[in-house]
């Protein structure tokens, strides 16, 4: 045999013994040769890519009449070929499947093992298990299972809703995909909706006779729908007589009879035409030529060759992929199958990340997978079979026995001394039978008998008592085991009396509980019980089914479902249901304020129908016993409290209405119901006794009947149910007009109280109440404020942005979002003195309702402050333990022991710090200093020694979160003061500072001689400066605060006068705001005063820091003074601080400060006359974009006066003016607007505008214009400032904004079927238009002729109409609409903005523009003219609410009507492109001209491609979108676009951090499908980015080896290459480099590109060493090419000799290769080396070649002299041309 193999380049080649088997299927070895390396560059892909050198094998048939030595050659080639194949395979080992191979994705086939209620129990390959939950089912049932959860109906079930015993059979084989991993108890988490099952199946795979498995989706006349999960198409199965138990939701395996294939792709059909299969069906095997691997679903039949028989299994070649046998699925011996041999199997699974394919070859499978054998019934479970042991292969031990099939199980399983014997085959064992496999038909032992239990369903019985051990408890009940050792099960509902949310918090794990037994279901071998407490302990007879029921009897059950009646479950699932008229003697108007959930019941029977399973009950009984009426325990919301039905007696209250005196009259499961003095009934709930929760439960536990409380305030205005409540925030604001009433009086800035309804994991919910719930999201939530806040704590919130439609809201609690205002400070003073009046009334109760002499009783008789004796029982170092006269224990610890001289049996005397009732202790102070300052002021009356705002020192002496106290110093010596830890009502308790003997000044807050408190605060710092000031001033007698003085301006500076006092020491000055009420605007009020000028001013404080430089203080023991004057304040009486809060909307005198024109801002910075900072934005004083900061310096100097009007308050709670017009009396309470600089044009989204809001505001391209109005594109431009008006904030902080006078956004819930809307053209695709309306994208599919008439008369920006077709969640379809067709229109818009005023804003008509225009193209919609007689009507949509207004439309446009109907050529551009409109002007001459016009061909590729595509040559066109929410919108229309989410992930992970860009990486790696490797490879490039950018260095190898197990692994090495060149991290993208010469050395581009990369980074001598390395291993037809990119690389870094010697040394060994010589002259050319491009190219015409490449070197010769040459070189060139 001739061993030489021709190569397309020339040369021949060595061939070398390959490896081969012998008749066993083993390995034989041979001896090696040197050329393996090179002959290994000849093995085929496997992966089912054609390799260069099978093509040979095409040629080597018999009968070839091709020349004798080329085929001897050929034959050579192909043999070559197999033996190399062969070895591969043999490389591979065939894998058994287990848990750690199947991920995500990976099909498999499955057998149905258990039918449960909610789920099926699936065998799977090698002994796996695996769960189908019922949603995983299709999305037909999915659909009906959400129908029947929604359902208001009374009846319990559906018709056509079939249960999974139904619609399955256990036993059945069906196909499913793996969705989740498995988890801790190794059950895979499986789906079979055919959506999940065929999702990379394409329509052209929809062959005739192709086997598929589908779901029923629905039942028609004349057959069924069937879901086989292929997008947009549908498969109809006719009605036969062999469909029979087909419902919604059954899965069947069909063939396809009626395809057309090419209708599919094109889309023309939408529909195919399936039969069921059955065992009369034609065979099912599958055609080797449809078989691909997108197509290879588990359980089809395929044919295969055997290439490699190995131990464990066979390796074999399906079509042009390859599959792997695993021994547990033969029956034969690996021997009995002939290499090349064709067989039949089915596949098992197929793993799409790794194209790992299993395959079987069991008769059970191979023959039908229609049926399966359910295994022997005789033999009981649990009963010992003795089998003999056959072999082990791969960790597996196969055994056999005369009673049973033959089966295997793991070697692990066996005992300990069987896996140590030596040999093992025919070994004895006794096992146990375990259980039967439905997919492989062979049973499944175990050696071990505890892990066999003997059923013991049937010795129960419905209404049993059982006592049952918890075992585990989760989110939907509890698992239990019985003493029989079965498990059983116990719901939320039954598993307490009161369903609770916790339930573990009550129950333990291993706890016994008494239950009943509820149900038993042979079927699914299923127990549930019952542990609730009143049917355990019920004497009542269970009725257990409906024949035994009997009328009039009593039984107890549970309510399972509140409708207009109540549903009542019994045992064994019967169930009954109660009417509203028997629910209770009064009428119930909502059962569910009334009832709950799992309370249980007793009814009466009143009739019962066993034929049509009714039974109607009742629960009004004889004796006027009924069950107990209780709120809904769960539900504590005022919502829910509002709606009870409870007939109040007396007047009527308002909310925020104060009363006194209220009694409790009886207590309620939540709360109590109280009376006033004055009549009026209410109900107190428990969370509204106090602000705080802790002392909300302490209030709860003291009031009984009778009880008084002092003042309530009301917080709703429901007639039937007055809320009202005890919290001092909602007290405190009702006084001032604050509390929250209606929805309709809400306004975006406003500041309400409200109480926390519950913390979740997307923000808090915030009560207000009147049913008034607002939702703070974690942006707006103070920092670690889900640690500290609980429900029930009082909060002050303010109104970020509000929507009355639908009555939600968006609050903010931070600090600085929601400050205290001034006349507020003292709120949490007030706060902290109602939580210690209400401990003290808590100790009081106590002390009064003990009967016996208990510890607590005792401990309550103490307070704070109270001084105490005891004997020391113990002392340590930090600690000092006494035991008081009355037994009561005292504990000092850490500083409060200092000073005792005391020892342990000695009696001491101690300061009460801290009374706990719970632990029955006190925590005491011993130092004797501080006794001794105690005693001494013990009999002295508080308010003869303090007095509020009095500025006392003060010793810290204990801190507490909740308080510090303080003993004061002075003349109030001994008292001890609590200074609160809360500084604000929404902040968290704080002690940082505060330690024990701190000294500090403390001015006095509130004095309560009753309860004996002193509340006082620590000093500030401002406070500290003013009081040192006012010190010096009275120590330097000089002027008083108050006093009026005469003065003299020794200075003027911009804003302040400078003074001296006539005869008087000191100094002062005078601000700018303190000149005049009514200042002049435009000037400075200081102009008209001058140095030297007299002056009378008062004194309104002092300041010890100048911060003026060229005003001398007075200096005083170091420190600065100067006294602050006022001139406008001195007519006025006593003298008090200004005080102004800023509102939006009003107007303000301001002062101009400062000018900010730095990089990062650009703004005014202005004071108000109030003294507020404030600033105004560089938009609102630069209207026309051109003027320089010194002309804004010119015209708004340092100190001058603006009018202005407050605009919003920033992000940082900062005020923002505007300038308000000159004659503008009162402010506006219009719409916010605001000023914004245009950053760019995007076309999907609109105008980008830059204004104090959010730098990214967005104004929506329907927006931009009113409704028919024709965008002018062109007169925005960037740096422009444009007027808008704010519409509302979005979600992830940006903006909305709109140009028009009234807003068009709708919210996507309110675009209904049918409306007509007023729309924009956004972009025009090639097979749909994209429009805007209402603020969403909405698509117009056209055909190829409606389309390019379209283009014709519009272009992007024109306004059209559109009316709705179809809205689903995502996106919403319209057509185009013709106003001079369409006779009455439906014209609102809803505005959707923050503003009060929004909800009034009812109508938006159609727009009537202008009639004038200058083109066809871009005119307008006419006016629409409306007759004397034409009556606009108003109708209202009852469903939606929407206003709708209908008019008659006049049948006149300019607008060109469209004619759809045109025959017009299909439009393969965008009409947006530039060039289109002389395109089809072109068309137009040549059709008059007279010639052909050949169509455009019709687009043969996938339609949601050629959209892809489309809309990536569109962002090319337009610009590429950059904001996280245009990425995500461009996602929309085409999902697989891999730049699109690569330019998403980097946003994201920018802007959101690195967690929110790998969450982000993943969403796309699992939306992009796995056969576009392109598009993944972007995604995993910019995975590997955030973690080079923002990851660490575990996660980012973690990723490497994700991306390296799933993509290609030299692509991804060549991307980790490129990311790290462009990080400039040479070292890391080197060693990724010298790992892939390791693994590809066999690859010319490798090294091409690592010298490339040495070469970018200046390793000129690394390169040339890495040259000399690849061509010794290289093989030699790779050499030359090498050599010439090499070459390239030292022409680019300025090595011209080298260069060209190594061109030089090609050309002498190869001087017959036309492809060196011009890539020799190219580069020179390219290079301007045009003298040496010259000479080469003479050489090359003078060599000897044949006439082609002889006129190839004359033609290029010429060129280049015609190009670079001069007259006389091109007549010598010709010259020389002609001789030759």
């Known amino acids: 045999m001739n061993t030489e193999v021709c190569f397309p380049r020339g040369g021949t080649e060595k061939l070398s013994k390959r490896t081969v088997f012998n008749e066993d299927g083993e390995i034989i070895p041979t001896s090696k040769s040197s050329n393996n390396k090179a002959n290994s560059k000849l093995k085929p892909n496997f992966a089912g890519k054609v390799s260069k050198a099978k093509s040979f094998t095409k040629t080597a048939t018999p009968g070839s009449k091709k020349v004798k030595g080329k085929t001897k050659k050929v034959k050579a080639v192909a043999e070559v070929i197999k033996k190399v194949y062969e070895e591969d395979s043999v490389a591979f080992v065939p894998e058994r499947l287990s848990t750690k191979k199947v991920v995500k994705g990976t099909l498999l086939l499955a057998a149905i093992?258990?039918?449960?209620?909610?789920?099926?129990?699936?065998?799977?390959?090698?002994?796996?298990?695996?769960?189908?939950?019922?949603?995983?089912?299709?999305?037909?049932?999915?659909?009906?299972?959400?129908?029947?959860?929604?359902?208001?109906?009374?009846?319990?079930?559906?018709?056509?809703?079939?249960?999974?015993?139904?619609?399955?059979?256990?036993?059945?084989?069906?196909?499913?995909?793996?969705?989740?991993?498995?988890?801790?108890?190794?059950?895979?988490?499986?789906?079979?909706?055919?959506?999940?099952?065929?999702?990379?199946?394409?329509?052209?795979?929809?062959?005739k006779d192709l086997v598929i498995y589908g779901c029923v989706n629905g039942v028609e006349d004349h057959g069924y729908r069937i879901d086989i999960g292929v997008s947009n198409i549908t498969a109809f199965m006719p009605k036969t007589g062999t469909d029979k138990g087909l419902y919604v939701g059954s899965m069947r395996r069909f063939c396809v009879t009626e395809s057309d294939v090419m209708g599919l792709i094109s889309g023309e059909t939408r529909t195919v035409t399936v039969n069921l299969l059955t065992s009369t069906s034609r065979p099912e095997q599958a055609r080797s030529k449809d078989i691909t691997f997108n197509s290879l679903l588990p359980g089809m039949l395929v044919e295969a060759k055997v290439h490699a028989r190995k131990t464990e299994g066979l390796v074999v070649q399906v079509a042009a992929l390859k599959g792997y046998v695993h021994v547990t699925h033969l029956t034969q011996h690996v021997k009995d199958f002939v290499p090349d041999e064709m067989s039949k199997f089915r596949v098992l699974s197929v793993n799409t990340a790794t194209k790992y394919i299993h395959l079987t070859?069991?008769?059970?499978?191979?023959?039908?997978?229609?049926?399966?054998?359910?295994?022997?019934?005789?033999?009981?479970?649990?009963?010992?079979?003795?089998?003999?042991?056959?072999?082990?292969?791969?960790?597996?031990?196969?055994?056999?026995?005369?009673?049973?099939?033959?089966?295997?199980?793991g070697v692990s399983l066996l005992p300990e001394k069987i896996r140590t014997l030596s040999k093992i085959a025919d070994t004895k064992l006794k096992c146990y039978w375990f259980g039967w496999d439905y997919l492989e038909s062979r049973p499944v032992f175990s050696t071990s008998q505890p892990n066999v239990k003997k059923s013991v369903l049937p010795t129960m019985i419905p209404g049993d008592a059982i006592n049952a051990k918890l075992v585990k408890i989760g989110a939907d009940g509890a698992k239990v085991l019985l003493a029989s050792g079965f498990h059983a099960f116990i719901q939320n509902i039954h598993l307490t009396e009161v369903p609770l949310k916790n339930p573990e918090k009550k129950l333990k794990v291993g706890q016994t509980l008494p239950c009943k037994v509820l149900s038993v279901n042979m079927?699914?071998?299923?127990?549930?019980?019952?542990?609730?407490?009143?049917?355990?302990?019920?004497?009542?007879?269970?009725?257990?089914?409906?024949?035994?029921?009997?009328?009039?009897?009593?039984?107890?059950?549970?309510?399972?479902?509140?409708?207009?009646?109540?549903?009542?479950?019994?045992?064994?699932?019967?169930?009954?249901?109660?009417?509203?008229?028997?629910?209770?003697?009064?009428?119930?108007?909502?059962?569910?304020?009334?009832?709950?959930?799992?309370?249980?019941?007793?009814?009466?029977?009143?009739?019962?129908?066993?034929?049509?399973?009714?039974?109607?009950?009742?629960?009004?009984?004889?004796?006027?016993?009924?069950?107990?009426?209780?709120?809904?325990?769960?539900?504590?919301?005022?919502?829910?409290?509002?709606?009870?039905?409870?007939?109040?007696?007396?007047?009527?209250?308002?909310?925020?209405?104060?009363?006194?005196?209220?009694?409790?009259?009886?207590?309620?499961?939540?709360?109590?119901?109280?009376?006033?003095?004055?009549?009026?009934?209410?109900?107190?709930?428990?969370?509204?006794?106090?602000?705080?929760?802790?002392?909300?439960?302490?209030?709860?536990?003291?009031?009984?009947?009778?009880?008084?409380?002092?003042?309530?305030?009301?917080?709703?205005?429901?007639?039937?149910?007055?809320?009202?409540?005890?919290?001092?925030?909602?007290?405190?604001?009702?006084?001032?007009?604050?509390?929250?009433?209606?929805?309709?009086?809400?306004?975006?800035?406003?500041k309400h109280p409200g109480s926390v309804l519950s913390l979740t994991e997307h923000g808090i919910f915030i009560s207000f109440g009147n049913g008034i719930v607002g939702l703070c999201p974690e942006r707006l939530l103070p920092q670690n404020s889900k640690k500290y806040l609980s429900p029930g704590r009082s909060l002050l919130c303010k109104i970020v942005s509000i929507d009355t439609v639908k009555e939600r809201m968006i609050v903010a609690i931070k600090d600085a979002e929601c400050p205290i205002p001034r006349p507020d400070a003292d709120l949490p003073y007030r706060m902290l003195a109602q939580n210690l009046s209400d401990l003290s009334t808590y100790q009081k109760w106590v002390s009064t309702q003990a009967k016996e002499a208990a510890t607590a009783s005792k401990v309550s008789g103490y307070a704070v402050g109270d001084i105490v004796k005891g004997l020391i029982v113990e002392k340590e170092e930090d600690l000092i333990r006494l035991k008081l006269e009355n037994g009561v224990t005292a504990e000092a610890f850490g500083d409060l022991t200092s000073g005792c001289a005391a020892r342990v049996g000695e009696t001491a005397l101690a300061i009460v710090m801290h009374v706990d009732l719970m632990s029955s202790k006190l925590t005491v102070l011993v130092d004797k200093h501080y006794l001794t300052d105690r005693k001494s002021c013990k009999a002295q009356s508080i308010s003869t020694k303090v007095k509020v705002q009095q500025q006392i020192k003060s010793e810290v002496i204990y801190t507490r979160p909740e308080y510090t106290l303080a003993m004061l110093k002075g003349h109030a010596n001994g008292r001890i003061a609590f200074i609160p830890t809360l500084q604000h009502p929404n902040s968290e308790y704080s002690i940082a500072g505060m330690f024990y003997g701190q000294e500090n000044k403390v001015v006095i807050k509130q004095c309560d001689e009753e309860n004996h408190l002193i509340i006082a605060a620590f000093q500030t710092e401002k406070e500290k400066q003013q009081t040192k000031a006012e010190e010096i001033q009275n120590a330097l007698n000089l002027p008083a605060t108050g006093s009026v003085v005469d003065a003299v301006i020794s200075g003027k500076q911009p804003l302040q006068l400078n003074l001296k006092f006539n005869g008087r020491a000191g100094i002062g000055r005078v601000f700018v705001n303190e000149i005049d009420d009514n200042p002049a605007h435009g000037i400075s009020p200081l102009a008209r005063f001058k140095e030297g000028q007299s002056l009378q001013v008062k004194v309104i404080g002092a300041s010890t820091i100048c911060t003026n430089k060229k005003l001398r203080s007075i200096k005083h023991n170091g420190h600065q003074v100067v006294l602050n004057c006022s001139l406008r304040q001195c007519n006025t009486g006593n003298w008090k601080p200004s005080v102004e809060e800023l509102t939006v909307g009003k107007s303000y005198n301001c002062f101009v400060t400062e000018h900010e024109f730095s990089k990062k801002e650009k703004r005014l910075q202005v004071l108000t006359s109030g003294g507020n900072v404030a600033f105004i934005s560089w938009f609102d004083v630069n209207e026309s974009a051109v003027e320089s900061a010194a002309v804004i310096k010119e015209k708004y100097p340092v100190g001058g006066c603006l009018k202005t009007e407050l605009k919003a308050f920033g992000r940082d709670g900062v005020a923002y003016m505007k300038i308000a017009p000159a004659d503008a009396s009162t402010s506006s309470n219009s719409t916010p607007?605001?000023?914004?600089?245009?950053?760019?044009?995007?076309?999907?989204?609109?105008?980008?505008?830059?204004?104090?809001?959010?730098?990214?505001?967005?104004?929506?391209?329907?927006?931009?214009?009113?409704?028919?109005?024709?965008?002018?594109?062109?007169?925005?431009?960037?740096?422009?400032?444009?007027?808008?008006r704010y519409v509302k904030r979005l979600r992830h902080g940006g903006v909305l904004l709109t140009l028009r006078e009234e807003s068009g956004l709708l919210p996507l819930t309110k675009v209904m079927k049918g409306m007509v809307l007023a729309a924009v053209v956004s972009q025009i695709l090639p097979v749909k238009v994209q429009v805007m309306a209402a603020g969403h994208v909405i698509e117009v599919d056209m055909t190829a002729q409606k389309l390019k008439n379209f283009a014709r008369n519009y272009r992007n920006g024109s306004a059209c109409w559109v009316k709705v077709r179809s809205v689903n969640d995502r996106s919403i379809k319209a057509v185009i609409c013709d106003p001079s067709k369409d006779k009455v229109k439906a014209t609102k818009v809803v505005p959707h903005t923050s503003t009060p005023d929004s909800s009034d804003q009812s109508q938006s008509q159609l727009p009537e523009t202008s009639s004038k225009s200058t083109k066809s193209v871009h005119n307008a919609t006419s006016p629409q003219q409306f007759k004397d007689e034409d009556v606009a009507e108003e109708v209202v949509d009852k469903d939606t609410g929407v206003h709708i207004l209908f008019k008659p439309v006049s049948s006149t446009s300019e607008r060109p009507t469209l004619d759809f109907g045109a025959s017009i050529a299909s439009l393969q551009r965008n009409a947006t492109e530039p060039g289109v409109g002389d395109v089809d002007s072109k068309l137009m001459q040549l059709e008059k001209a007279g010639k052909k016009l050949k169509p455009y061909p019709e687009p043969t590729v996938d339609k949601a491609r050629s959209v892809e595509l489309a809309t990536s040559q569109t962002l090319d066109r337009a610009g590429q979108p950059e904001s996280e929410a245009e990425l995500l919108s461009v996602l929309k229309s085409s999902p697989s676009n891999g730049s699109i989410w690569s330019k998403l992930i980097m946003v994201t992970s920018r802007h959101k951090g690195v967690e929110a860009g790998r969450a982000r990486a993943e969403q796309a790696l699992e939306t992009v499908p796995y056969r576009l490797e392109k598009e993944k490879m972007l995604v995993w490039s910019s995975f590997l980015e955030v973690e080079m950018c923002y990851g660490t260095e575990d996660s980012l190898d973690h990723i490497k080896r994700r991306a390296l197990q799933q993509m290609d692994e030299l692509k991804v090495y060549q991307e980790l290459v490129k990311l790290y060149s462009k990080l400039q991290k040479v070292e890391e993208a080197e060693q990724c480099y010298r790992t892939?010469?390791?693994?590809?050395?066999?690859?010319?581009?490798?090294?091409?590109?690592y010298g490339r990369f040495l070469f970018a980074n200046s390793k000129v001598e690394s390169a040339r060493s890495l040259l000399q390395r690849c061509l010794k291993t290289l093989a030699t037809k790779f050499h030359i090419e090498v050599i010439m990119k090499f070459a390239q690389m030292e022409l680019a870094g300025g090595n011209m000799e080298r260069f060209t010697t190594l061109f030089e040394n090609v050309m002498s060994n190869f001087p017959k290769r036309t492809d060196v010589w011009s890539v020799y002259i190219d580069q020179l050319i390219k290079s301007e080396h045009y003298e040496h491009a010259r000479n080469i190219l003479r050489r090359a015409v003078m060599q000897k070649w044949n006439s082609k490449k002889i006129q190839f070197f004359i033609g290029k010769f010429k060129d280049f002299e015609t190009k670079y040459g001069t007259e006389e070189s091109l007549a010598e060139a010709t010259a020389l041309l002609n001789t030759v």
């Open 361 to 409: 070859a069991l008769p059970s499978l191979l023959n039908s997978i229609d049926s399966c054998d359910t295994g022997p019934m005789n033999v009981p479970l649990g009963e010992p079979v003795n089998i003999t042991l056959n072999k082990i292969v791969d960790k597996y031990v196969f055994l056999k026995s005369e009673d049973t099939a033959a089966s295997y199980m």
């Open 523 to 750: 079927d699914t071998k299923r127990v549930r019980l019952t542990a609730k407490p009143s049917l355990v302990n019920s004497d009542l007879e269970p009725l257990s089914d409906l024949p035994s029921a009997k009328v009039g009897s009593l039984v107890k059950g549970v309510i399972v479902k509140l409708t207009s009646g109540a549903l009542v479950a019994f045992y064994n699932n019967v169930v009954g249901f109660v009417g509203a008229a028997n629910l209770a003697k009064e009428p119930i108007e909502h059962p569910a304020d009334v009832f709950y959930i799992g309370q249980s019941v007793t009814c009466r029977i009143l009739s019962c129908d066993a034929a049509k399973d009714k039974l109607a009950l009742s629960f009004i009984l004889d004796g006027d016993s009924a069950p107990s009426v209780k709120r809904k325990l769960t539900d504590t919301s005022d919502e829910g409290v509002k709606r009870r039905k409870v007939i109040p007696q007396g007047p009527k209250l308002s909310i925020g209405e104060v009363v006194s005196d209220w009694s409790v009259v009886s207590t309620t499961a939540n709360g109590y119901n109280v009376i006033s003095g004055l009549g009026h009934r209410a109900v107190l709930p428990n969370s509204e006794l106090s602000d705080m929760p802790g002392i909300a439960e302490l209030n709860a536990a003291s009031l009984t009947v009778g009880s008084v409380v002092k003042d309530l305030v009301c917080i709703t205005d429901n007639l039937s149910n007055y809320i009202v409540s005890n919290k001092l925030m909602f007290k405190y604001y009702s006084a001032k007009d604050g509390l929250a009433k209606d929805w309709k009086t809400l306004k975006v800035g406003d």
């Open 1636 to 1649: 892939m010469l390791r693994k590809w050395a066999d690859q010319p581009a490798v090294w091409s590109e």
């Open 1233 to 1284: 607007t605001c000023t914004g600089m245009v950053v760019e044009y995007q076309p999907l989204s609109g105008l980008i505008l830059n204004t104090h809001f959010s730098p990214k505001s967005r104004v929506p391209l329907s927006e931009m214009a009113e409704p028919g109005v024709d965008l002018d594109l062109g007169r925005f431009k960037e740096g422009q400032v444009v007027n808008c």
């Open 113 to 207: 093992k258990e039918i449960r209620d909610y789920e099926l129990r699936v065998n799977l390959p090698n002994n796996l298990i695996g769960s189908v939950s019922i949603t995983n089912m299709s999305d037909g049932y999915t659909g009906l299972l959400k129908r029947f959860a929604q359902s208001a109906d009374d009846q319990l079930q559906l018709e056509e809703l079939h249960s999974l015993g139904e619609l399955f059979n256990v036993g059945q084989i069906i196909p499913c995909i793996c969705v989740d991993e498995a988890n801790s108890s190794q059950l895979l988490q499986l789906s079979i909706n055919p959506k999940h099952l065929h999702d990379n199946l394409q329509p052209q795979n929809l062959h």
